[in-house]
């Protein structure tokens, strides 16, 4: 510790102030990684197939998936970050972790719930046996948040679910990560860390790949809520080497066509690594998606967060930026939503290429979507908006 650190007053700021803005092209990384996942998902269901896997490039891009859960790691916790830096001495941990069940817990109930309905539907009538023991014990691994600690012996209910199991984790741990990641003085200091927050994610693949990659334990290795931490951890810390910058270094017209250039060049790598070449063995598999991505995505966030040039201006858009704080309802809802969709087109309508035709899933995907945005801009937000309003005038 520098010697003017240990003698400067306890209430006078040493570092650069967090910024205070929202960032709305983050948004837009939040749809498209939301968007990219929905459609990988249909898609492993047997969606698609009247295209016959053509055009190429873009079943290369939603099979990847290029863009998945990861990200969205990496933006919780660069989000939330820039978010409560400025009223870190505010924060509360209970508070944070009540309004966060409030906002997703009851979707992933009703989620879980629709897939128990759905495992017993789908053997009614039929020679397969109910396990009602391993339904039950599967249901309370989904709803209490140990699926992404423990998915073995379990019933794979509704798969997504497992990001929400380890994003709680995170959310639980949010707070003396965010105190001790504004201790960092510097951005050397800072990338330090993120590389060694990156080292677990690395190491667990290689684990895997040690193991000889079995099937049998891919969703433990995929889904462990310990390992996803590092991934949120290195988005709070992309926060904080982001306040930590020299904003006045560059001219702004410089800043708009080097962040365009770079966009560019990470859609070309993220295009590369998804590539047979890259992805020729389960352990090079593994590590393209679950470790080379990470340092895309980390430069991507960072590009996005100077909001400028043209791509910062598309996914800041209105539309695309509202669409993307709605995404993660999407992400839960969509696996029970189109299983219960396809099951009452096959027993009542005698109809079995409803996830086939393309049209149909463009329209799903739509109305998914849709229907997101109309839940948190009229129903959630004016509920917020009461409940603020009685507050504020209890009589």
Known sequence: MSDTAATAPASTPTLPQPPKR?????????????????????????????????????????????????LFFILGGFIFATKFAPKVAEFDSRAFLKKRLRELYPLHVITTLAMVALYVVKRLGTNDVINVPKLIFSAFMHLSFLWSFCPLGSMNLNTPSWALSAMFLCYVLFGPLLKWSLKLKNRLVVMGWM??????????????????????????????????????????????????????????????????LAVLLLCCLVFLNLSSTVRATRVTEWLS????????????????????????????????????????????????????????????????KFLHNPVNILAFTVLLYGCSYVYVYAVRNKRRERKSIMERNPC
């Open 195 to 260: 590389v060694l927050f990156f080292t677990p994610l690395v190491a667990w693949g290689i684990l895997y790949g040690a193991m000889g990659s079995p099937s049998a334990l891919y969703q433990l290795f995929h889904g462990f809520a310990p390992v996803r931490f590092f991934e949120f951890g290195l988005g709070t810390l992309l926060a904080r080497f982001f306040m930590l910058r020299d904003e006045n270094r560059r001219t702004p017209l410089f800043i708009a066509v080097r962040c365009d």
């Open 22 to 70: 929202y960032f709305n092209a983050i948004d837009g990384l939040r749809l498209l990684a939301s968007v990219n996942v929905v459609l990988f998902h249909l898609e492993t269901m047997g969606g698609l197939n009247d295209l016959g896997g053509k055009p190429g490039w873009l079943f290369r891009i939603i099979k990847g998936p290029a863009f998945h859960a990861s």
């Open 289 to 352: 998606y679950h470790c080379w991505m990470i340092p895309l995505y980390l430069t991507a966030i960072y590009t996005m967060s100077m909001e400028k040039g043209v791509f910062a201006r598309i996914m800041a858009h209105g539309v695309v930026q509202k669409l993307g704080r709605t995404s993660f309802y999407p992400y839960l809802a969509h696996i029970p939503l189109i299983s219960i969709i396809t099951l009452f087109c096959e027993r009542v309508l005698n109809y079995k």
